[in-house]
């Protein structure tokens, strides 16, 4: 059953993540993010926020990734009240040249898991690199690549990530706010984790070192 699941993943995973390089200006990109910076600041560090929005870390993620998210957010596909004026601010090629100024920016620490408890990391870093077998949970990393470093265009690192946002988009997920994954892969995992476990590998995540975007 086990090794069954992987290797449908594996299958699945490959075939997204055929690459298809965005081509952006980054020092065009440089000029354009004036107005993101108040939110996701110039250090693309972005914010965790406790009890309210947090602001993503942008800083080292997929060019790809990067920009897919942008499309979504202008075309609606992936509702944000907050973002919506900003992006609409872009035309597509800006767009491209803010995902590739981002992705190129060293990546910084995730926040918001400073409180989490021994018990609470325990259960996040299962979560993440085993997954929970008997309530069909596949590890995070299976998807989001060795680490949660990310694989490609299609699978986000989420090492490094500020929890808040974590959490924000798991619960998202889960109630149908957000609904722009690919095959809804993400609504698969999300919708099988209770809040502690959100909360747990939330926390766990953001602790864990981001490497610099391949
Ligand atoms: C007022 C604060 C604010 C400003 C200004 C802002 N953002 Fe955001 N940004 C957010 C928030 C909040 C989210 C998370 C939205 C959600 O939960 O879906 C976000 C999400 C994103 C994402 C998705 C990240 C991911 O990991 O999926 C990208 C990319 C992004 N912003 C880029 C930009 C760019 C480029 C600009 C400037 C043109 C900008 N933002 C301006 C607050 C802001
Ligand atoms: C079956 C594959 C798969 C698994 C397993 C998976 N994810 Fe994802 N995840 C995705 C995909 C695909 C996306 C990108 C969605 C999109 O394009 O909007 C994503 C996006 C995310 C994002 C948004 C990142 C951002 O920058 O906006 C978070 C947070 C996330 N996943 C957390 C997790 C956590 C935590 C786990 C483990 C409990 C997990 N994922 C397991 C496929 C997966």
Redesign the pocket.
Known sequence: MKSQVITAFTILTFSLTAAHAVEGDPVAGKQ?????????QPDGS?MNIPGG??????AG?NAG???K??LD?KEGT???P??N???D??NEQ??KD??VY?SQLPPNEGKGGEKATDEQLARGEKLATDGDWNRYIVPCSSCHGSDNQGAGDHF?GIAG?HAG?IA??LR?WKSG??DNDPQHLMLAIAERLDDEDIVAVSAWLSRQPAKPAK
């Open positions: 354009a993010v004036a107005v993101c910076q108040s939110c996701h972005g929005e947090s602001w993503p870390k942008l993620l990734y990067l920009y998210q942008l957010i992936r509702k944000s907050t973002m004026p900003f992006v601010m872009l800006q767009l803010v995902a981002y986000p990530q946002y924000d988009q998202a706010k957000r």
